[in-house]
């Protein structure tokens, strides 16, 4: 998406980039059909409401030996070959489960910590941490959240795009709000969703420090860990030494390249051993409202990723304080009484405040920076400076605040890690431009054949040849693609992760696909965009190569182009995780609808005059243009019981599966 602002003052910058960033994706790099790119021999026949797909998750038992696991959790098929035998499966968008006489269980997703094969691959012990009512989260039934087991995974409903089955989600569950929430202060659940499990003790939630939560868990932790020193806890204004060293940033590909750079290879090596550490930064501002609904979401964050986990992520809020009149960084009592103003007491230690000046100071060649739109313009420079400010990460996950997720949080982000993880480089950016869809391409290995068979297996190959930048990238292990067999990249960490297509932006209507800046090559600069990103992942190398381009020569795109772009240019290994999508219509067909979103001609849904340009509005995770009630929202207000005016509805007990729905607003 382009990235939605909650402030009010913004709102006429942001439905213009709403309309306009409709046009994204025309043309691939790559000959295309003048239709979808995919036809299956044989189609499954009638509309949405009557799809077909694969039989369930099988259960890997040598997973579940050594794992708490949920049936099916993380079980990615080896094998994924159609067995030729599908069956019919509920409507595609029918949520109307309910809770009600369903197995309540906890839900515990983590892996078999300190068993023999957990210590067999990794350093160190994995320690329990405190949680907010001051005992131990790890085996602790009150910190953690419950689900409801389902007898067949049929019961939910399947997505029209994405896969639970491929991606190691599973789907043997479905997540009630009481449930899922009564672990972070959502009280007063009805005795017949927990099976008359007591609920847990009540919280004086304003008394919760998290910030020394989760740093105690990292200290109880640190021997799993690369060694790092105490990092600062707040951004502070450049120096002349930061310019002048700003080539020490980066990561290099090949030690030899410089004696006195860490280069990714070494650096690489030396954590074999040791897990990675993930930061996950929520993007908001000054004027954000905390409804229970957000401190329900932001707590469910920390204790799943950060505490139950040892410390393997860790959240923060990172803040935009738009007033200037607030000098924020010239008096350390003004800092303090911006978090007393706008945060709520629980979160300030996790609270990271910046503002335009200090985005000026930094990136004084980047693009124009404006109060009124610069958290727009210029999203991944916080990001930037945050990775300066704590180099202990691996890896940034982005997240607005108005994203939601009805499963466990654990769950969905290693999922995404571990199968991004198991990707080939080969074809990388070939794949990501394009939805997945089950019901037409059956497996995601059909998927990928048919992209190796309409690309004839070769592609872009290492870093795009751009002038003034050199790659920060690995290069490749031969000099053709054809003479890999898929196997550079696999086990290799992603540098970008996306849950929704990277596409080339070049030949579309895209209202910024020239914004170029001081770039050696202009518009002729190796680009690509992600038109909605809520959520995406960025590794260190990326972010400091990002941070060096700006600083050196100013390198500036809008956000959804500038990361894509910069792992383009620069050789890293990017993935499109293939995000369980639904879409709330009946009126066309799996093979309609996969024609329609694969589209590759002006008629595309990525252009803003294409006939389809509503349907997308249709989908639970998407943009908002303000033309209808988004599917999220309403899907959102039935989960929680109420309706747009926050009453009370008759329907209660609904039980969904683990989705992600975008945007959720005014709850």
Known sequence: MLFQREFSFFSRHVLITFILALSIISLLWFQLPSKALFRNPEPPSGRIYDVYIQGSLDQDASDIEESNRPPGAFDVPENDTDSGESKLLRPSADFSTSAVGLPFEIYDP???YNSKAWKDEWHGTHFACEGPRGVDVNGNADDMLGAYRLPSDALNPQPIFGSYKDTGLGSGYCFERHARNMAYGDEDIPGDRLNNKPQPPKVEWEKVNWGRLQRDCYNRNRGRFRESIAPPSMFRFPTHDDVRQVNETLILPDPAANSDRQSYRRWLSDSKKYKARNAVLLRTYDKKKYTPDNMHHIRSMITELSLHSGAEYEVFLLIQIIDL???IFSDPAVYQKALDDFVPR?????SILFNVPLLEAWYPKAGKHD?????QVHMSQPVQLFSLLRPDFDMYWQLELDVRY???HYHHLEAIRQWSQKQPRKLQWERAAYFYSPFIHRTWKNFSAKIREITKGSGFWGAVTTTGIAPVGPK????SAEEDDFEWGVGEPADMINIMPIVDPVATHMMFQNVVDNYPDGKKTPRRTAPITPLIATSKRLVRAMHHGQVTLGTHMMPELFPESTAFQHGLKTATF???????????GPEELESVFNDQTEASIWNGGSPHGKLVQHANYWWSSGIRPEFSNVLYRRWLGIDFEGKKTDEQGLCLPAISLHPIKGI
Not at 476 to 479: F, L, M, R, V, Y
């Open 110 to 112: 983590y892996p078999n």
């Open 325 to 327: 009149n607030r000098h």
């Open 346 to 350: 629980e979160f300030h230690n996790i």
């Open 371 to 375: 109060p009124n739109n610069s958290q």
């Open 406 to 408: 009805t499963g466990h």
């Open 476 to 479: 490749p292990p031969t000099k």
């Open 578 to 588: 293939p995000e369980p999508v639904y879409l709330d219509i009946s009126d066309k």
